[in-house]
């Protein structure tokens, strides 16, 4: 009698156990403040030059664009960290396309330079 009341109990602790966990996760306000990374980082999107032409270049601001709708998303789901390393990783991406863009713009710039000063070297 007794091992039938522990089973029972047991039975019942364990389905009540599956019951609460798996309720689903209800998203939070929307329009709860948002960290400042995630602000950060849809500043930077608005902000960013890229080149759609260019493949790197594309494909670094559609994964921004990524971590942002995930960050948002984590954000709703009160997932704070997630959403915190979401917008890192975005801003990081950005961060090195912008540092890409200049540094090809400074090579063309050298090159347009030296250029110059041959031309005016050939022509006195």
């Known amino acids: 009698m007794k091992l039938k009341i522990c089973l ?3 039975i019942l602790g364990c389905g009540s156990s599956l019951v609460v966990f798996s309720q689903p996760v209800k998203p939070q306000n929307a329009n709860q403040a948002l960290p400042p990374e995630i602000i950060q980082l849809r500043h930077a999107i608005k902000t960013a030059n890229y080149d759609p032409q260019e493949r790197n270049s594309s494909l670094r601001y559609q994964r921004a664009l990524l971590y942002y709708v995930s960050a948002k998303q984590h954000v709703q789901l009160n997932w704070r960290k997630q959403a915190v390393d979401d917008a890192q990783r975005g801003i990081k991406l950005l961060k090195m396309n912008q540092t890409a863009e200049r540094a ?7 090159v347009l330079t030296e250029a110059q000063q041959y031309a005016d070297l050939s022509v006195g």
Do not use: C, F, R
């Open 8 to 10: 029972l109990l047991l």
């Open 104 to 110: 090809k713009t400074d090579v063309a710039d050298a």
